[in-house]
Antibody, heavy 122, light 106 residues
Framework: QITLKESGPTQVKPSQTLTLTCTFS??????????VGWIRQPPGKTLEWLGL???????RFSPYLKTRLTITKDTSKNQVVLTLTSMDPADTATYHC??????????????WGQGTLVTVSS | DIQMTQSPSSLSASAGDRVTITCRAS??????LSWYQHKPGTAPKALIY???SLQSGVPSRFSASGSGTDFTLTISSLQPEDFATYYC?????????FGQGTKVEI
């Protein structure tokens, strides 16, 4: 059974750095063709892809967050960590992590965490 | 960026209805297209990948088709548990982008 769960602060102040941890089970991030991505959803808005780390430690980031976003993995702990600097109220959202699986036609997110709401407010 | 436009944004339907949702990409995404179902407070669920492949465990009343820029998701006979918001998603180009969602409600 594959599960993913996000953890971290529920509130941060503007200009602070957000650190979220995705703890997963049921798969290994050393398996070829597997990745873990981060997706967020601001209240009332659609889903926004933030970035992704692959089994081989390759990474992809949204160009809109590239200068603020870091994603790392600890395969021994089955964890992926997101760090987002210079937080702004516009970053208020529910943050999801999800497993990315390679198919014959690109990657897709086959399992998701239920997300954690992060509010940016002073 | 590739813009993904879904229609309709919302629809009202009854159990047993056939429902079709369309997703149009602003440029080709080949078949790098997936569909997700999302209910508030829960983890989104993958329904379809590679434009038309049914994800394991998803009921066969869900089907999808398309390639290039035009895609459809069909629910052949709507069940009570299908009331949710549906999103299309392309992974052809960076940044990966989602449609704005289609809310299926009673």
């Amino acid at each position: 059974q594959i599960t993913l769960k996000e953890s971290g602060p529920t509130q941060v102040k503007p200009s602070q750095t957000l650190t979220l941890t995705c703890t997963f089970s049921g798969f290994s991030l050393t398996t070829t063709g597997v990745g873990v991505g981060w997706i967020r959803q601001p209240p009332g808005k659609t889903l926004e892809w933030l970035g992704l780390i692959y089994w081989d430690d390759d990474k992809r980031f949204s160009p809109y967050l590239k200068t603020r976003l870091t994603i790392t993995k600890d395969t021994s702990k089955n964890q992926v960590v997101l760090t987002l600097t210079s937080m702004d109220p516009a970053d208020t959202a529910t943050y999801h992590c999800a497993r990315a699986l390679r198919s014959a036609e690109g990657y897709f997110f086959d399992y998701w965490g239920q997300g954690t709401l992060v509010t940016v407010s002073s | 960026d590739i813009q993904m436009t879904q229609s309709p944004s919302s629809l009202s339907a009854s159990a047993g209805d056939r429902v079709t949702i369309t997703c149009r990409a602003s440029q080709t995404v080949s078949k790098y297209l997936s569909w997700y179902q999302h209910k508030p407070g829960t983890a989104p669920k993958a329904l379809i990948y590679a434009a038309s492949s049914l994800q394991s465990g998803v009921p066969s009343r869900f089907s999808a088709s398309g390639s290039g820029t035009d895609f459809t998701l069909t629910i052949s006979s709507l069940q009570p548990e299908d009331f949710a918001t549906y999103y299309c998603h392309q992974t052809y180009n960076n940044p990966w982008t989602f449609g704005q969602g289609t809310k299926v409600e009673i």
